[in-house]
Structures are given as structure tokens and as C-alpha cells.
């Protein structure tokens, strides 16, 4: 198994950056592919981004492309969602997932085999 433990939410200008981390133990984090999720209080839980095992490919939504940013480093166990230029509309529970098949598109909640408990960012107006 794989534990996953978001951190970096709050509360924030819209304009702002935050930096949200996704720390995992258990398993070894590098084989597995990572995603982040995100859920408005009303809404379904959405695609934010991906980062394949190696960090090599990236995938985001249209939402976000340009201003959120995924990386990890497998060496601390520990992925990373960068977003700036935030909107009020940003605001949501932000949640990682860890997946260990490989797709195409790591866009569907699904295909996750472990998720963490989220993180809670606010954007205000």
C-alpha cells in the first residue's frame, strides 16, 4: 500500500501562488504514476494534472494549463502541484492519487489506486 499525506492549502488572494505537497510512504513512490484531484463543495471530483513515475510526461486540464505546475522528486518521496495566477474558482478540496498501471490518460478518477485525505485551498476575490 501507498499513504498519502497532502499539505501547502489555505487561503490566498486570487492572483497568488501556492505550492501543495504530496508526501507517500508505504510502497516505493517512483512506480507509480501521480495525479491531483480537486472538489468544489456542489461539483464532482475533477482532473487537475499527472506526472507519469519518472516525471517525464505531464498532462493538465485546460483549467489550469499555463498556470499549475506538477512535478515530484521520488529521491523524497514526495510530489508537488505549483499554482499561480489563482482564481476564485480555484477554490477547492485538492487531493493526490497515486496510480500503478500505465495509460494514456491519467485523467480519470478511476484508474487511482490510492488517494490521500486532501487539502483545502481557498482562493478569495
Known amino acids: 500500500q501507498v499513504q498519502l499525506v497532502e499539505s501547502g492549502g489555505g487561503l490566498v488572494q486570487a492572483g497568488g501562488s501556492l505550492r501543495l505537497s504530496c508526501a507517500a510512504s508505504?510502497?516505493?513512490?517512483?512506480?507509480?504514476?501521480m495525479g491531483w484531484f480537486r472538489q468544489a463543495p456542489g461539483k464532482e471530483r475533477e482532473f487537475v494534472a499527472a506526472?507519469?513515475?519518472?516525471?517525464?510526461?505531464?498532462s493538465y486540464a485546460d483549467s489550469v494549463k499555463g498556470r499549475f505546475t506538477i512535478s515530484r522528486d521520488n529521491a523524497k518521496n514526495t510530489g508537488f502541484l505549483q499554482m499561480n495566477s489563482l482564481k476564485p474558482e480555484d477554490t477547492a478540496v485538492y487531493y493526490c492519487?497515486?496510480?500503478?498501471?500505465?495509460?494514456?490518460?491519467?485523467?480519470?478518477?478511476?484508474?487511482?489506486?490510492?488517494w490521500g485525505q486532501g487539502t483545502q485551498v481557498t482562493v478569495s476575490s
Open positions: 508505504g510502497r516505493t513512490f517512483s512506480s507509480y504514476n
Open positions: 506526472i507519469t513515475w519518472g516525471g517525464i510526461s505531464t
Open positions: 492519487a497515486a496510480c500503478s498501471a500505465y495509460y494514456a490518460n491519467y485523467a480519470l478518477a478511476s484508474r487511482y489506486d490510492y
